[in-house]
């Protein structure tokens, strides 16, 4: 059965229904509503690398649903650190399980996976390839805030080479129509198959090290952690980082509806100054983790999310 | 130049493999993917940089006693899609072998993308690479969706 391992495994209209069932789906995210959906599922979390948001808002999204979670538990005492193949491993919990949501160190583990088993496999993040399911609740974030996804001016800054979470938001945007701006200093930018890839697909792209003088005309900014392993000192680190942070102070000419987002965990390129303005989205985004995983465990197990939730038009 | 002096710059094989038409320098990759090197046995002729109507240079490989089967063909594919193969019995080509690469090559050449899943040997699936186009050669990995280094991928084959 087919899972989700990139956002090509959707079409546009596939992601835009995705998000209108998320979008009902959420007083059963907020706990508000019981909604049994998935009663009898069982979702089986592989995440061979530590995960917090992700592997935390899978379990929140199944169990919300009424459904069950098995875990592989820590890699250092669970039988992979006997050797054991991702080939072997997936057989197994292919057997245990209705559906699977993996993260693993190494690139194109999703797809091995999906070819491995019969359950689907949503992909929670494949070394720097993808992680499809941070996309569907970026999107989904910048729906709620705007409305639309069509043609938005998105500024995406920090860490933009090694940053899986980019890479597949600005293909997903590319599809929409949006205008990219990726801001980033030259040791961390987009990779260049990437941008032409992007290109090929009709993108709008701009590469800046400039992410201040990219702000005034974006609708969203999508912030990420440069990571100070990145650079050989210290002190290049220090230098390169300051130029991509963000202070409540940086935000006087903005649009107004501007978003600023983040996939988290932040450091301090976004100031804790930024929290109470208008513009923070990066919480509301960290939850949407759960209705978006909601909607789309629902979807590959084939259960219909249903039109009116509890009683509302 | 013609073509007959071409090919009379080696002699005639009685029985083996020509491989005309390979890109000109290409010759010596070739042999490598074929596996063919100080340690066989069999009588090899090769010619570099010689003209061609069709390519303007192009070399030429000649290998006695030896037939190329399908599996090799995927390999020279790899590096000379637009190749001529003949198989030489008698004197006589007895086969002509057309090269083709298909949408997808399976399990002759690894990944050269070093943190691609495959690189773990004790993992089962078979090795496969999309075929994007013949025109230049472009290469990307079913799993991991990396384009393929062209240059590293004959020290990948299997």
Do not use: W
């Not at chain 1, 930018?189 to 003088?213: C, Y």
């Not at chain 1, 230098?239 to 301090?268: F, Q, T």
């Not at chain 2, 899609?81 to 198989?87: C, T």
């Amino acid at each position: 059965m087919p899972g989700l391992i990139t956002m090509d495994d959707l079409t546009n209209d596939e992601i835009l229904q995705v998000l209108n069932d998320a979008e009902r789906l959420l007083p059963v995210a907020r706990g508000e509503l019981y909604l049994p959906l998935l009663q009898g599922k069982i979702l089986g979390n592989l995440f061979f690398e530590p995960s917090t948001r992700t592997r935390m808002s899978f379990e929140t999204a199944m169990k919300r649903l009424g459904g069950d979670v098995v875990n592989l538990g820590d890699v250092n005492t669970s039988s992979v650190v006997k050797g054991e193949t991702l080939f072997d491993t997936v057989q197994m919990v292919d057997g245990y399980t209705d559906i699977i949501a993996m993260r693993h160190p190494r690139q194109g583990a999703a797809q091995y996976a999906q070819d491995a088993a019969r359950v689907p496999i949503l992909n929670g993040g494949d070394g720097a390839g993808h992680h499809p399911t941070q996309t569907m609740l970026d999107l989904f974030t910048i729906r709620q805030a705007h409305g639309r996804l069509e043609g938005l001016n998105v500024v995406l800054a920090g860490d933009l080479r090694y940053g899986r979470t980019v890479h597949s938001l600005s293909h997903a945007l590319t599809r929409f129509g949006c205008t990219l701006t990726f801001a980033s200093p030259e040791l961390l930018k987009m990779p260049a198959e990437i941008v032409s890839d992007l290109r090929a697909h009709g993108a709008n792209v701009v590469e800046t090290d400039d992410l201040l003088g990219s702000l005034p005309g974006a609708d969203v900014v999508y912030m990420t952690r440069i990571q100070k392993e990145r650079f050989a000192d210290e002190d290049e680190y220090a230098k390169v980082a300051g130029a991509y942070k963000l202070h409540a102070s940086n935000l006087e000419h903005v649009k107004e509806g501007m978003i600023i987002m983040h996939p988290l965990p932040r450091v301090d390129e976004i100031h804790p100054s930024v929290d109470d303005t208008r513009h923070a989205r990066y919480f509301e985004q960290a939850f949407n983790g759960v209705v978006a995983r909601m909607a789309l465990l629902c979807r590959l197990l084939n259960v219909d999310v249903p039109a009116n939730i509890g009683g509302e038009a | 130049m013609s073509q007959e002096h071409n090919m009379r710059r080696v002699t005639a094989i009685r029985n083996g493999t020509v491989i005309d038409h390979i890109p000109a320098g290409h010759a010596m990759r070739v042999l490598e993917m074929l596996g063919i090197d100080r340690t066989s046995s069999v009588p090899v002729s090769m010619v570099m940089n010689v003209p061609s109507k069709k390519m303007g240079t192009k070399d030429i490989i000649k290998v006695e006693d030896r037939e190329l089967n399908q599996d090799e063909l995927s390999r020279l594919a790899l590096v000379a899609p637009d190749a001529h193969v003949a198989i030489i019995r008698a004197y006589s080509v007895a086969e002509k072998m057309t090269i083709e690469l298909g949408n997808e090559v399976k399990n002759v050449v690894r990944c050269t993308f070093s943190n691609c899943i495959t690189t773990n040997p004790r993992e089962p699936l078979p090795h496969r690479l999309k075929v994007l186009s013949t025109e230049p050669l472009e290469l990307r990995c079913h799993y991991c969706g990396r384009p393929q280094d062209l240059e590293a991928l004959v020290r990948n084959l299997i």
